[in-house]
């Protein structure tokens, strides 16, 4: 894939526009994936994705061809993420999930479990999604990074443009204020799934 | 013992604790650092991402009929990083008619200084002697006149005239040889006999009396001579006034 990808940009550089629609085509689905995550909503997501590739393809005459470009326009879409989530943040808006009390999307991670387990799920998730709404945007993009995709502080750091430090601190300060607004709620949930555990030992 | 702080223990749930050895035998030995680090884990591990929503294969195709449009093509990498005409080529092209520009204005005015130079040199040297001689036929008017009225009547001639003339003719001999090199039949004339003059007076007697300075003004035509050498200092005048004005431009 490296090496194809390579090979496009080069085509790219050569000048055969349509040579990027492959390497759109190959990428699209994780710069969207990780869009969806960071915003999480599809339509910032969508949004994300297009101004992604725009940027790459504007700034395709940098790219190292040492590096690998699914990292780099990675890169690039965490940085377009952000400045949405920027942009909300100056705009103030309220999304209208949350005046409605719907989320985008809810994972559920026992769908065979019962009501009440979904329930508390869903109301969990509420709460998560809110909690999330109150990060800063960069407290918001490094938490996503480290505790979602799983990126190091270092690749946090150098896609944010800060330093290691300061990355590790975002993510400090983003499970601070989450621990803080779902401790309430999280107790509750442990009691259920604890009667939930004697009640099948009973039985 | 030291109990595990809130951020040691997020450091140690993402694995990037300095000490995880150290760590993990704290929660070991420590019931309540345990049990803290057990709800602190339970709660993040159950903040899970929202489930991603579909994107068909057909998504990429998609995104790029949305952008396409917007995106102008890449020129040739050959061209447009090895040698980005016409950016070099212009700026070579500068370089180049800057170059020749000067070169040429060097050349012109070494073509056209030496002779200026060589012009100011004999000009220099001309106004120089111009000087040198002006003083000389000074000095030598100055001596005649006094010779002139030495020879009025009077019983003796002054003793410095004597030496007046005796330097006057040391002076007065270089001067005709160089002008004998020159072609310029009434400046040698009036040096040779102004050569004469100054030799007579110079080897006068110890105390010339004023017959004897009668005499040379007769037999040498003194007043002849003054009046040649004031003719020379005009002449010598006009000339030092022309070399003055030298032509616009032109260096000394």
């Not at chain 1, 949004?47 to 504007?58: A, I, M, P, S």
Request: aromatic share 8%; with cysteine; proline share 4%.
């Amino acid at each position: 894939m490296g090496n194809d990808d390579y090979a496009l940009i080069r085509r790219v550089l050569a000048g055969e526009k349509d040579a990027y629609g492959l390497l759109v085509a190959h990428h699209s689905q994780s710069v969207f994936r990780v869009a969806f995550r960071i915003t999480e909503n599809e339509a910032d997501a969508d949004e994300v994705v297009q101004e992604t590739f725009l940027r790459g393809y504007r700034k395709l005459q940098d790219f190292d061809a040492r590096s690998n470009f699914g990292t780099w326009i990675y890169r690039i879409a965490m940085n377009c993420a952000l400045d949405v989530l920027h942009k909300q943040k100056n705009q103030a808006v309220v999304p209208i999930t949350e005046e409605y009390g719907e989320l985008p999307a809810v994972q559920v991670a026992d769908r065979a479990a019962g009501p009440d387990r979904i329930l508390l799920s869903r109301e969990i998730e509420i709460r998560r999604h809110a909690a999330m709404g109150k990060l800063t945007p960069v407290e918001r993009v490094a938490f996503v990074m480290r505790h979602v995709e799983e990126r190091s502080t270092e690749e946090i750091a150098g896609a944010l443009g800060v330093a290691p430090s300061s990355a590790k601190q975002a993510v400090f300060r983003a499970v601070k204020k989450l621990r803080q607004s779902l401790a309430p709620f999280w107790v509750s949930h442990e009691a259920l799934n604890r009667r939930r555990n004697d009640r099948a030992l009973l039985l | 013992m030291k109990h595990l702080t809130e951020e040691e223990m997020i450091g140690h749930f993402y694995s990037e604790d300095l000490r995880p050895a150290e760590a993990e035998t704290h929660l070991r030995a420590c019931q309540q650092c345990a049990q803290a680090y057990e709800k602190f884990s339970t709660l993040l591990r159950g903040v899970q991402a929202p489930g991603v929503p579909l994107r068909g294969s057909e998504y990429g195709a998609q995104v790029w009929q949305s952008i396409q449009g917007s995106l102008s093509s890449y020129r040739p990498v050959r061209n447009r990083r090895i040698f980005p005409w016409p950016r070099f080529a212009y700026g070579a092209a500068c370089l180049l008619f800057l170059a020749g520009a000067f070169w040429a204005g060097r050349l012109w005015e070494h073509a056209h200084s030496q002779p200026a130079v060589a012009n100011s040199e004999q000009q220099t040297k001309q106004r120089v002697v111009l000087l040198v001689l002006d003083n000389h036929f000074d000095r030598s008017e100055r001596l005649l006149v006094q010779l002139n009225h030495a020879g009025g009547g009077g019983d003796y001639a002054d003793f410095p005239l004597r030496a007046e003339a005796r330097q006057l003719l040391s002076d007065n001999q270089l001067y005709r040889q160089s002008a004998a090199q020159t072609n310029d039949p009434v400046l040698n004339a009036a040096l040779d006999h102004l050569e004469r003059v100054l030799l007579e007076v110079a080897n006068s007697g110890i105390e010339p009396t004023g017959r004897d300075i009668a005499s040379i003004q007769k037999e040498m035509n003194t007043p002849g001579l003054l009046f040649q050498i004031r003719v020379l200092r005009a002449r010598i005048s006009e000339e030092k006034t022309n070399t003055h004005a030298l032509p616009k431009g032109e260096n000394i």
